[in-house]
């Protein structure tokens, strides 16, 4: 676990600039998730600029969303410190600096898939190309990204999971964010020189979404109408991420009105998978079985033809 990769020194302004490895993940994921998309497109009916285009609109939607439900779900604990003169919690104003320091964690998934998709409605209608086509395009990458992020997470001690004592729990290191919620909760002593072992959550997830992408992009191959791919991520990840909530132990307060059964995010998977299922069911009735196969890209949910897609089913 280290959370600074490494520090720059700059001799004539007597300092250094530290890179996160947080963000270096985030970067690789961002470009390994651009190549695998523009390969799977290769030959087929969207460009290499529609790509390279979208990916720049889908990281800038995607980290401004998921840094705005970080700071929804977590907004006690990040604007609210406690005042010992007071005796009670009060608004630091200070804070308001700290919502652009994505390098440091604090990034939902959820928040960012919501930011993405809503970013490629309006690129998909302006670019005039097939949204749901689009999106069985990016799912995969969306997968291997997330499973390159999630290493950013473990090395940033984020996203970390509850106490256990399997043989891969691990420790993280005096100044983790896992080493002062256990001294917080009085689970470890000051003098501690590490948390206690917990579970590696965030390589849990990693993996999970390593083994999604290589579904996805056998799917992809595959797929029979146009939303399958798709669908099939929204139920697999949302499985996935229920399961690895049960573990997780940085859920924080959420959203009190619904964390007395669940976590938020539990929810948000609940609510995924149910609508990956139906996209699923709709987009299979919808589509004619036989336009994607064989084809790079599929063009079902538009009325078969690969000459119909720009201009359709862009919204």
Known sequence: MRSRLLEIPIPFLGTKIPIFSYGVMIMIAY?????SAVRRARGGLFSR???MDYSLYAILAGVVGARLAHIAMFWNTFFYRYDPLQGRAV???SRLWDIPKIWEGGLVFYGGLVGAVAALMVFARRRGISLVGFCDL???SVALGLALGRIGCFL???????PSDLPWAVSFPRGSLPFFHHLHDELIPAAAEGSLHIHPTQLYESLGAFLLWLVLEAAYRRRRFDGQTTAMFFVMYASGRFLVELMRDDVGPGFPALNSWMTTAQY??????A?????????????????AAGSDVSTADVGGGGAGVRGRDAG
């Open 91 to 93: 608004f630091d104003a």
């Open 31 to 35: 470009l390994a998730g651009t190549w």
């Open 275 to 291: 609508a990956g299922i139906a996209a699923y069911l709709y987009f299979r009735r919808k589509g004619s079985p036989s336009s």
């Open 49 to 51: 600029d529609d790509i």
């Open 156 to 162: 940033n001690g984020c996203c970390f999971g509850k």
């Open 268 to 273: 948000a998977s609940v609510a995924l998978a």
């Open 138 to 140: 990016c799912a995969p």
